[in-house]
């Protein structure tokens, strides 16, 4: 985040495994897992703001949008 001149709490990360999801709330982010080797419970914690199956779901208009995150 900090390379790219945003704040972590603005940043959306994509990850389909334990340590990744565990990274991004250890930064600051949110996060969407993506269930393709893991279940949705075990990639599960505060900051994850959505599960899919598969990164293909990711390109669904109705789910970018419902994981639209209101910044202050």
Not at 11 to 28: H, S
Request: one cysteine or more; aromatic letters at 6%; glycine letters at 6%.
């Amino acid at each position: 985040a900090r390379r790219i001149g945003v704040a972590p709490e603005h940043c959306i990360v994509f990850e389909d495994a334990p340590f990744g999801i565990e990274a991004a709330r250890r930064a600051g982010m949110r996060a969407v897992a993506i269930c393709s080797t893991h279940s949705a419970d075990e990639l599960a914690g505060t900051h994850v703001v959505a599960a899919v199956s598969d990164y293909t779901e990711l390109m669904n208009t109705d789910f970018l949008e419902s994981i639209h995150v209101a910044t202050a």
